[in-house]
């Protein structure tokens, strides 16, 4: 006996008999894809193929982490009373502190006229121990048959090599663009990642990206955020308005973050002058409370930031320090997973703590 066979919620969702029209996720003509920074590469991946390969002799796991499409939206709007998804994955899931739908899967918002947001409609991924999936992930069918405006949040922890939407046949369909036309990079670890967000819709790149209506390039690498010279020279060729480095939980486990900090700096602000830089430090673990080593490494970090960030403002650029430690509050041990990734409700506040801290960036 399988829960399949007693609950049939958990059955995979397949439908029957709908006429649809099917069209590719990269057609500009439906629909705004974003969050890439290789749109018009193969599959739906971060960084470009020539990017990775430069970077697999540096640091391989970010060259195969790139080919993820954590924080890759499509945002658009349709007539449609169903939504349609099919297409396949890189491979079959297997991650042990996720979701399937988070690291693999799929999820649909749509914007409710009622409360003025984005809210999660419906959240799908292949079978089981499949790569291949077609779904019908939105039905609107009792309802009246007016426009609305849906965002599809692509898999955090897994490559999509292709998607195509689907709407009924005779329907409208077409790009939604963003209000605010500020872009952000976060430059991360696996929590910018998404790690351990049920849904990809609840990493908090993706929050944010709902929350103020802005493209943000999610660029958490799990394990790998080291912050070479060469992730420098990558992330310095692209075009955006704020970049929030959040590296400490990988870099500041040993001496790297203490080396690779000012370099990084220095090959952003030679390509970028004025652009605004945040950084971070990370938020607290659950074995921070029992590990001596580990709470003076974090104290040393935050007080290195911080006299990096005014030495910095003292040479003319941009930049600020914004201390994470106290982001949980006093219960800092109830939001994370296994202690370190959080839960939804995590990074839910980890959002809104980068939210007030993007809009004052925005006000200076």
């Known amino acids: 006996m399988s829960i399949l066979d007693i609950d049939k919620n958990m059955v995979y969702a397949k439908f029957d008999g709908a006429k649809v029209d099917y069209y590719d996720g990269k057609d500009r003509s439906k629909f705004n894809l974003v969050g890439t920074l290789c749109p018009n590469e193969k599959g ?59 690291a693999s899967g799929l999820d649909l918002y749509v914007y409710d006229e009622i409360e003025k947001t984005y809210i999660l409609h419906n959240a799908v991924a292949s079978p089981f121990g499949e790569t291949q999936f077609d779904i019908r992930i939105g039905d609107f069918s009792q309802l009246n048959h007016s426009e609305r405006k849906f965002i599809i949040h692509l898999p955090l922890y897994m490559g999509m090599q292709n998607l195509k939407i689907g709407v009924l046949k005779g329907c409208d369909i ?100 004025n652009l605004k830089v945040v950084l971070m430090s990370r938020i607290k673990f659950s074995m921070d409370k029992y590990d001596l080593f580990r709470i003076d490494l974090n104290k040393f970090y935050v007080k290195f930031m911080r006299n990096v960030a005014k030495d910095y403002i003292k040479k003319g650029y941009n930049i600020k320090f914004y201390d994470k430690s106290n982001v949980f509050g006093k219960d800092y041990t109830k939001y994370t997973i296994e202690g370190i990734h959080p839960t939804d409700l995590g990074m839910e506040k980890i959002a809104d703590f980068y939210k007030k801290a993007i809009l004052k960036a925005e006000g200076e």
Not at 80 to 87: A, D, H, L, R, T
Not at 249 to 264: H, K, S, T, W
């Open 44 to 102: 739906y991946r971060r960084l470009t193929l020539k990017e990775r390969e430069f970077i697999t002799p540096i640091n391989e796991g970010v060259a195969w982490l790139a080919g993820h499409s954590s924080g890759i939206i499509i945002k658009f709007k349709t007539d449609s009373p169903q939504i349609f998804v099919k297409g396949s994955v890189d491979e079959k899931f297997n991650m042990t502190n996720m979701s399937q739908i988070g």
């Open 174 to 273: 077409s790009p939604v663009y963003f209000a605010n036309s500020q872009k952000i990079a976060i430059y991360g670890t696996s929590i910018t990642q998404g790690c351990s967000a049920s849904r990809p819709g609840m990493a908090y790149t993706n929050i944010l990206s709902r929350t103020l209506d802005t493209e943000i390039y999610n660029l958490g690498f799990s394990g790998c955020a080291f912050m070479e010279r060469e992730m420098a020279k990558i992330i310095s060729n692209y075009d955006y308005d704020l970049l929030i480095l959040d590296t400490e939980a990988n870099a500041g486990i040993d001496e790297r973050l203490n080396n690779n900090l000012c370099p990084f700096l220095d090959v952003i602000f030679a390509k970028k002058p």
